[in-house]
């Protein structure tokens, strides 16, 4: 435990020490509980049942009758009341509550005393989190209790203090759901556009195109459209960003580094091998532990950049490459279908050939990959934006509470 009695950052207009307590002498908290299951008169009402994780959310999956709620230990909450989660996977998350409801037994529902604000009781259980899943779960395995929750020892300074820091990191929190919206509004235009822009199963049109284009798209094969080669085994110890004079990319920077287009190759290496792009090459990685991480397609214009083992190369003749990479992650299922193996998925290329594809004209396909990419990068410089708010409230979280 620190010893220090003041943070490393505050605001100007306080300079008291803070005041050693134990949480659960500035707070009062209860735990709820679940109405009999198969009790059909006790579900399907009018309260919301907030679960572990769920304590963050406006709606939950269950709600459950008045007479549930008399008939069981269940506890009615507030909206704004303090949520922290004892059981599971959600072991440590902690949320004011955005509803009315009740709570089960996995459910601790904390109420701040006079003089100690909830919003900052909550910002120093998020500081803390990793430090007390550390400390009483063995492994992450196990549940917390009320007990080991009014045990914790804080810091606190005086009320004011306590709520000029809520409220900054309030606005923080609200700043990052506002950044995280806009982003899942991005996400679901890019879904509904590839759901609209390319034709339906049986048909050869697409719902929405660009104007100027009618005619009936055309279907191919993927094996007539591309040529199929495999990269060349590189051992990650190979990969030297530092001082590496080859472009490189291994088949697992296809899941980790790049969106459909990569832009800027990320990685570099001094072992010179024959297996380098050519420029507008589709790339689907060849192994990975789950189907779905195999069922993307990637696209690379950048000639010889060097192409490490599993990965499967589809060298476009004709056609727009980024159009064939985003039609193919239209068709992640098609790809997913044809996937092999048990514990480690293989995608090989003749496992693909018979893909089959829809092609409009080379003018219409780049028209529609250009506005999947500047869609992608529009998406791109949000996700980075949410990254910078979620570092910054890390950096003050861990500045601002001793």
Request: overall charge neutral; glycine content about 8%.
């Amino acid at each position: 435990m620190t010893m220090e009695n003041k943070p490393e950052m505050r605001f100007s207009v306080f300079n008291e020490d803070w005041k050693l307590c134990k949480l659960g002498d500035i707070t009062s908290s209860y735990s709820g509980g679940t109405p009999q299951v198969g009790r059909s008169e006790y579900y399907n009402g009018e309260i919301p049942f907030i679960r572990s994780g769920e304590i963050n959310s406006e709606e939950t999956e269950l709600s459950i009758t008045r007479i549930g709620l008399d008939n069981s230990s269940s506890k009615l909450v507030r909206k704004g009341d303090i949520l922290y989660a004892l059981y599971g996977a959600t072991s440590g998350e902690v949320s004011r509550s955005k509803i009315e409801g009740a709570i089960n037994q996995a459910v601790l529902a904390i109420l701040p005393h006079e003089n100690y604000d909830a919003n900052f009781i909550v910002q120093w259980l998020i500081t803390n989190k990793n430090k007390i899943i550390s400390t009483y779960l063995q492994g992450g395995q196990g549940n917390l209790s009320g007990e080991v929750v009014k045990s914790l020892i804080l810091y606190t300074p005086s009320y004011q203090e306590q709520v000029k820091i809520g409220q900054y990191f309030e606005f923080l929190d609200n700043t990052i759901t506002l950044q995280q919206r806009k982003l899942e509004i991005l996400k679901n235009q890019k879904k509904a556009f590839l759901e609209k822009m390319f034709p339906k199963e049986g048909e050869n049109v697409p719902e929405i195109r660009f104007s100027g284009f009618s005619d009936a798209w055309k279907q191919r094969e993927l094996k007539e459209v591309v040529n199929f080669s495999r990269g060349q085994g590189l051992p990650w110890a190979d990969v030297d960003d530092l001082n590496g004079q080859f472009e490189c990319i291994l088949y697992g920077n296809l899941y980790t580094d790049y969106g459909t287009i990569i832009q800027n190759i990320k990685h570099k290496t001094n072992t010179d091998l024959k297996v380098k792009s050519k420029g507008n090459e589709v790339l689907i990685p060849g192994s990975d532990t789950t189907p779905t991480g195999l069922a993307r397609a990637l696209f690379l214009e950048k000639e010889n950049v060097i192409l490490g083992g599993d990965i499967n190369i589809l060298s476009v003749k004709h056609d727009d490459g980024p159009f064939l990479a985003y039609e193919l992650n239209k068709l992640k299922k098609e790809l997913i279908i044809r996937i092999k193996g048990t514990t480690v998925k293989h995608l090989q290329n003749n496992d693909l050939k018979d893909i089959v594809v829809s092609l409009p004209s080379l003018e219409e396909q780049r028209k529609i990959s250009s506005l999947f990419s500047r869609l992608d990068n529009t998406i791109t410089l949000q996700q980075r934006k949410l990254e910078i708010l979620k570092n910054i409230k890390k950096s003050f979280l861990q500045k601002m509470f001793v």
